[in-house]
């Protein structure tokens, strides 16, 4: 079992930051894919970034890519979104999951947080 929390959300404006945080607990092993996905008003969640808990490898969504920056802590048990240049298209609730490749695809997660909003306002 892998028990994850987020943090980190808030109201930010347009070309603003913030960083995201999520404690994970549990069994975790190098080849666990730690994910953030959001989901916005009336639309279907979608993949953010990811990074292999050996932190070996990272994937990022195109619309994200050179803006938001993922990481991981193996000493804290925990994986950050860096979220730069935020526009209001970021408005979403955000999610940390925990499960395997392929990154993109919300099915290969087996574990989810309970999410964090994220509001951005122009």
């Known amino acids: 079992q892998v028990q994850l929390v987020e943090s980190g959300g808030g109201l930010v404006q347009a070309g603003g930051s913030l960083r995201l945080s999520c404690a994970a607990s549990?069994?975790?092993?190098?080849?666990?894919?730690m994910g953030w996905f959001r989901q916005a008003p009336g639309k279907e969640r979608e993949f953010v970034a990811a990074i292999t808990w050996s932190g070996s490898a990272t994937y990022y969504a195109h619309s994200v890519k050179g803006r938001f920056a993922i990481s991981r802590d193996n000493a804290k048990n925990a994986v950050y979104l860096q979220m730069n240049s935020l526009k209001p298209e970021d408005t979403a609730v955000y999610y940390c999951?925990?499960?395997?490749?392929?990154?993109?695809?919300?099915?290969?997660?087996?574990?989810w947080g309970q999410g964090t909003q994220v509001t951005v306002s122009s």
């Open positions: 999951a925990a499960g395997r490749l392929p990154p993109e695809f919300a099915n290969a997660y087996d574990y």
């Open positions: 549990g069994r975790l092993f190098s080849s666990t894919l």
